[in-house]
């Protein structure tokens, strides 16, 4: 029987180590993509709430900058507050993980007897995560922090 193929298999283990090193690696620049695209459109939130920030408090900007702030004072205060901002939702995004991995944990120990899975916290992974949330707050912070501080003082006291 020339054309059947043979009734066994030879597998050999670097072919299967190759297969699970690729699946990895597209594995991880999915997340890495979703990462990516997750902070773009996060720093383009922090960036359009600053900007509706600068735009409503143009007048305290003007009345702080005529009685002596210089502008770094303006773009330092903008600033910290882009960070405090992006802070604050990195700590909202990290306990919201916590949350969801305790969750499914309890779901599927609940589901499956005797698996026992324990909840596992990366400290690391959260204060690099922390990290990245200020970084993005400076960043897409700036703008909108160089802008109110080139604001004209008397400018900005007329604005209503």
């Known amino acids: 029987m020339a054309g ?3 009734p066994y298999r030879v597998q ?3 072919e299967t180590i190759k297969a699970y090193e690729q699946s990895t690696r597209t594995m991880m620049l999915i997340l890495g993509g979703i990462g990516a695209i997750s902070l773009l459109v ?3 939130g922090i960036m359009n709430i600053m900007l509706v920030s600068v735009t409503e408090r143009t007048r305290e900007i003007g009345i702080r900058m005529a009685v002596g702030a210089r502008p770094r004072d303006i773009l330092r205060q903008f600033l910290v507050e882009s960070v405090i901002l992006s802070l604050l939702v990195g ?3 990290i306990a919201l993980g916590v949350a969801a991995s305790s969750g499914l944990t309890a779901i599927i120990n609940s589901l499956s007897s005797g698996t026992g899975w324990p909840v596992v916290i990366s400290f690391t ?3 690099v995560a922390l990290l990245f949330a200020t970084a993005v ?3 897409f912070g ?3 922090a160089r ?3 080139r604001l004209d003082p008397i400018e900005a006291l007329r604005y209503e």
């Open 12 to 14: 050999i283990q670097q």
């Open 91 to 93: 700590i909202v995004g």
């Open 125 to 127: 992974a959260a204060g």
């Open 137 to 139: 707050g400076v960043f």
């Open 42 to 44: 996060g720093g383009i």
């Open 147 to 149: 802008r109110a501080s």
């Open 142 to 144: 700036y703008y909108p």
């Open 4 to 6: 059947e193929p043979p």
